[in-house]
């Protein structure tokens, strides 16, 4: 299994990035992506998650209505879509795989439960700055 994370880079307050993770080595079914970041000093948090099977959509409220998550399964790519960006979404963002069956039987927060994530991408570096 294999994940890997790209599309990361330097842009003004404002603008706009989309991420990509690359997944290999598993079939989607039975499985979510989840993008995660993690800012210098903080703790990793949840972004957003995205349902390989049938689409259904996670996001922390943080980015809700500037990010969108999708996915191409014909590609095994999960993007995420990167709107209005401000200095506080700058951090590492990793996406990572986890099991859908927990994510819909947990609640509507237990997709940002970071134990659940079974393989993790490498990471992409995000920077928001004038």
């Known amino acids: 299994v294999q994940l890997q994370a790209s599309g990361g880079g330097s842009v003004q307050p404002g603008g706009s990035l989309r991420l990509s993770c690359a997944a290999s080595?598993?079939?989607?079914?039975?499985?979510?992506i989840g993008w995660f970041r993690q800012a210098p000093g903080k703790e990793r948090e949840g972004v957003s998650c995205?349902?390989?099977?049938?689409?259904?959509?996670y996001y922390a409220d943080s980015v809700k209505g500037r990010f969108t998550i999708s996915r191409d399964n014909a590609k095994n790519t999960v993007y995420l879509q990167m709107n209005s960006l401000t200095p506080e979404d700058t951090a590492v963002y990793y996406c990572?795989?986890?099991?859908?069956?927990?994510?819909?039987?947990?609640?509507?927060?237990?997709?940002?439960?970071?134990?659940?994530?079974?393989?993790w991408g490498q990471g992409t570096l995000v920077t928001v700055s004038s």
């Open positions: 080595g598993f079939t989607s079914d039975g499985y979510a």
């Open positions: 990572g795989r986890v099991p859908i069956v927990p994510v819909r039987l947990g609640g509507p927060k237990s997709w940002e439960h970071q134990w659940l994530y079974d393989y």
């Open positions: 995205i349902s390989s099977s049938d689409g259904t959509t």
